[in-house]
């Protein structure tokens, strides 16, 4: 069965350092997403991304982050200067269509320490 | 996002049925229901949806009441591999993201 794939599975990095994180959707998915969950919180969206574009963001997605599709299968997001709160687990998910009756499939995480 | 109100735990012994309600009495007409759950360490996964009609796949059944307020998850045999963070959402028009809730916090004893 095909399933959204993360790496690493776990990033240990200093405050103020870049991080991409690194994620492979389902291959003929064309909706990307991410998602995060601090320790014991709720799971929380970030950012849609569909053709080349972000399609929505959500307020913690501010100018620190970014999403990028680089090749025809890599969904990366890129934390450009680390803060502590930013430790968290992060979840790449992706989807067939956008309609609401379809599913998001979501990967296995990467876990963010930032020390 | 519509909200959904469910408990914050419930448990059940293992092989037997579980009903984990969710109430969604602000529920739109074309909003549809989904069921995620989440094992511990693990990413939320995909479970069941519905809209109107009840549904069954391989992994549960969704009981969807007649006026759409409330819905009912159903895990025929419990498994000890059950227990995980059930999570009803609403779907609407409104954006392409999931709003995750706290969810349900199910323990299966042995």
């Known amino acids: 069965e095909p399933e959204v794939t993360q790496t690493p599975s776990h990033q240990v990095t200093q405050m103020g350092q870049e991080v991409i994180l690194r994620c492979v959707p389902i291959?003929?998915?064309?909706?990307f997403y991410w998602y995060r969950q601090i320790l014991g919180q709720k799971v929380e969206f970030l950012v849609s991304?569909?053709?080349?574009?972000?399609?929505?963001k959500s307020e913690i997605f501010d100018d620190q982050f970014s999403v990028e599709r680089p090749d025809g299968s890599n969904f990366t997001l890129k934390i450009r200067s680390t803060k502590l709160e930013d430790s968290a687990m992060y979840f790449c998910?992706?989807?067939?269509?956008?309609?609401?009756?379809?599913?998001?499939?979501f990967g296995p995480g990467t876990r963010l320490t930032v020390t | 996002d519509a909200k959904t109100t469910q408990p914050n735990s419930m448990e059940s012994n293992e092989e037997e049925p579980v009903h984990l309600p969710c109430n969604h009495s602000?529920?739109?007409?074309?909003?549809?229901i989904h069921w995620y759950r989440q094992l511990p360490s693990q990413g939320p996964e995909y479970v069941i949806h519905?809209?109107?009609s009840n549904v069954n796949n391989r992994m549960a059944s969704l009981a969807i009441a007649e006026d759409r307020k409330s819905s009912t998850l159903i895990l025929h045999r419990a498994t000890l591999r059950d227990a995980a963070v059930y999570y009803c959402?609403?779907?609407?028009?409104?954006?392409?993201?999931?709003?995750f809730g706290t969810g349900t916090s199910l323990t299966v004893i042995p």
């Open positions: 991304f569909y053709n080349n574009e972000i399609s929505e």
């Open positions: 959402i609403l779907r609407d028009d409104t954006g392409n993201q999931f709003y």
């Open positions: 998910a992706s989807s067939e269509t956008l309609l609401k009756s379809y599913e998001q499939y």
């Open positions: 519905g809209l109107t």
């Open positions: 291959s003929n998915h064309l909706y």
């Open positions: 602000t529920i739109s007409g074309t909003d549809y």
